[in-house]
């Protein structure tokens, strides 16, 4: 899988998390939210967080190497894999509680964090791989 975006995106994609993390916090505590519009600064902050993600997802390392696309591409795949666990762990709860109205509407969202979450342990492991090599332990 290879990078799309300049190096300057990864940093700026987890600003862009942050920001979708901590500005509905913010907007509250000044007053701008309110029950009417609750839902739209909701929906803003997850279509924040994909946006983050996927900045994250696609963007150049400093080191890009052959490595680092397979790397993306085992965490791509190690987060479909977990993203169907916790899908599926959300729905056999749902359904021993009974509740039949509340719907998950963030599989996406969650998707794209795992996916981000194994791309960040996989690049380390990489790193921490290559180190030992070099060093021949």
């Known amino acids: 899988m290879k990078a799309l975006l300049p190096v300057f995106c990864r940093p700026l994609g987890y600003f862009?998390?942050?920001?979708?993390?901590?500005?509905?916090?913010?907007?509250?505590?000044?007053?701008?939210?309110?029950?009417?519009?609750?839902?739209?600064?909701?929906?803003?902050?997850?279509?924040?967080?994909?946006?983050?993600?996927?900045?994250?997802?696609?963007?150049?390392?400093?080191?890009?190497?052959?490595?680092?696309?397979?790397?993306?591409?085992?965490?791509?795949?190690?987060?479909?894999?977990?993203?169907?666990?916790?899908?599926l762990g959300g729905m056999l709860y749902r359904l021993m509680k009974g509740d039949i109205a509340s719907v998950d509407t963030s599989s996406f969202l969650i998707f794209l964090i795992l996916n981000v979450l194994c791309l960040e342990f996989g690049i380390k492991k990489a790193t921490i791989d290559r180190l030992f090599k070099r060093n021949g332990r």
């Open 16 to 87: 862009v998390i942050a920001l979708a993390l901590f500005l509905p916090i913010l907007m509250l505590m000044m007053g701008r939210v309110n029950d009417t519009n609750l839902l739209f600064y909701k929906e803003c902050s997850k279509l924040l967080m994909m946006v983050g993600a996927l900045m994250i997802l696609f963007a150049l390392t400093k080191d890009e190497s052959r490595e680092t696309e397979q790397v993306r591409c085992h965490a791509t795949r190690n987060a479909m894999f977990l993203t169907v666990l916790f899908i």
